[in-house]
């Protein structure tokens, strides 16, 4: 596999993964079946990226153009020489850093959180269970309170754990809380994440893909406010955007009383995001909803 190939498949699967940014912004392509057909896209991305072959049957403009292009500045002796093979010693020993630093950091986690004990909120535990049923999950996750400093989160695919701050909140919005969170599950959106970190960190030099990694994080977070919008009277759904807002005002409020400020302003900026973003999403139903009438 030669580097003009590679630098080829990059150039174009960037093209594509900036074609589809429009797209993960966009709440109604992202409810459309589910959206399945919008998520397949970004997964034949991330798999070009990773498996860079031009096939004998296809006949693009990277093989006419581009590629004899990248082939002559392969060619020079400055690309050849033993500066070309420090890039790539570089761009090896840097992708393997990254892979490490993240995996140990993510099998980290899930260590410290199987040992946390589940929850006793007897009330808690049965709202999930309910969902859990509704949802007709086959394997109920395990839930844990603690004292953090971030928003609720679920992190694991075969061994899911919700992890659920201790927030004051009412059982409504704790419903709403968990409903978002079976939603990451339920929709596969872990694997999606996966994915995408290994692709990043392959392609670290990249910046295309850590802007179309940042998107597709955001769209995940999106689909799963919208999916739960769906099912939702109108009343409801304000009462899950105020949730949305009070979740707001809490990490803010702690973000304040941690050092770590800029990952918590970071946070808080995408629930920002994601409320105007499920306002959007409610207007336009209501639009389409009053144009049938």
Not at 7 to 31: E, Q
Request: hydrophobic share 45%; glycine share 2%; with cysteine.
């Amino acid at each position: 596999m030669s580097s003009s190939l590679i630098l080829t498949n990059c150039f174009f699967c960037g093209l594509a993964a900036l074609s589809l940014i429009p797209l993960l912004r966009y709440p109604n392509f992202l409810v459309y079946k589910k959206g399945v057909p919008l998520f397949i896209a970004v997964f034949i991305v991330f798999l070009k990226m990773l498996l860079p072959y031009e096939y004998s049957f296809t006949h693009t403009i990277a093989s006419r153009t581009i590629l004899p292009f990248l082939k002559n500045i392969e060619a020079f002796t400055i690309y050849n020489n033993e500066l070309g093979n420090v890039i790539k010693i570089i761009w090896l020993i840097i992708a393997l850093l990254l892979f490490t630093f993240i995996t140990s950091k993510h099998r980290k986690l899930i260590q410290i959180l199987s040992l946390v004990q589940e929850t006793e909120d007897k009330e808690l535990n049965q709202l999930l269970t309910e969902l859990c049923n509704l949802k007709h999950l086959r394997k109920k996750p395990k839930l844990i309170q603690m004292n953090v400093n971030t928003g609720p989160f679920i992190v694991g695919f075969l061994n899911p754990i919700i992890v659920f701050p201790y927030f004051n909140l009412s059982l409504p919005e704790k419903k709403f809380v968990l409903m978002h969170e079976l939603e990451h599950l339920n929709s596969f959106h872990i694997i999606i994440k996966y994915c995408i970190e290994v692709v990043t960190i392959i392609y670290w030099w990249n910046p295309v893909l850590w802007i179309f990694r940042r998107e597709v994080l955001r769209a995940l977070e999106l689909q799963a406010d919208t999916q739960v919008l769906q099912n939702l009277s109108n009343n409801s759904r304000l009462s899950y955007l105020e949730t949305l807002i009070k979740l707001s005002r809490i990490i803010c409020q702690r973000q304040d009383n941690s050092i770590l400020t800029l990952s918590f302003s970071l946070k808080n900026s995408l629930l920002e995001y994601r409320i105007k973003s499920a306002l959007k999403f409610n207007f336009v139903n209501k639009q389409l909803k009053n144009s049938k009438v």
